[in-house]
């Protein structure tokens, strides 16, 4: 169930003492007086800042990371890779894709795909 539909309680003022007053949040909709809508408004408003930062930053760190050559994600797999040699030899040998799996340490389907790419 999504947080949005649970009841949450934010303790009302920043010395978190949970004791005092609280806002409600129930249902996406906010229940409360004037001052614990003020109060919320500001404490969204830096969850949004904080939210911003942490994109930029991220951003600029991958900019700064592809202008050193590094590419996000997995690194592509062809038929050159040594994995993919040796599984080939392997099967040249007669044994069968789920003990080249063990072998390698990789599993039947990824041998199985190793062994339909093309050699070049």
């Given amino acids: 169930m ?10 009302r003022g920043w010395s978190g003492d949970a004791s005092g007053p609280t806002v409600s949040l129930f249902l996406g909709r ?12 500001i404490i969204s408003a830096f969850a949004q800042l904080e939210r911003d930062q942490l994109s930029e930053r ?10 050193h050559g590094r590419k996000a994600g997995r690194q592509e797999i062809t038929a050159a890779h040594a994995n993919v040699k040796r599984a080939r030899d392997l099967k040249t040998q007669g ?17 199985y795909r190793y062994l339909s790419m093309e050699p070049g």
């Fill in 30 to 41: 906010f229940q409360g007086s004037g001052h614990q809508r003020d109060d919320f408004t």
């Fill in 2 to 11: 999504s947080r949005v539909a649970n009841p949450t309680k934010i303790p």
């Fill in 95 to 111: 044994l069968k894709p789920a003990d080249i799996g063990k072998i390698i340490g990789a599993s039947r389907a990824t041998i």
């Fill in 58 to 67: 991220t951003k600029a760190g991958m900019a700064v990371a592809a202008s």
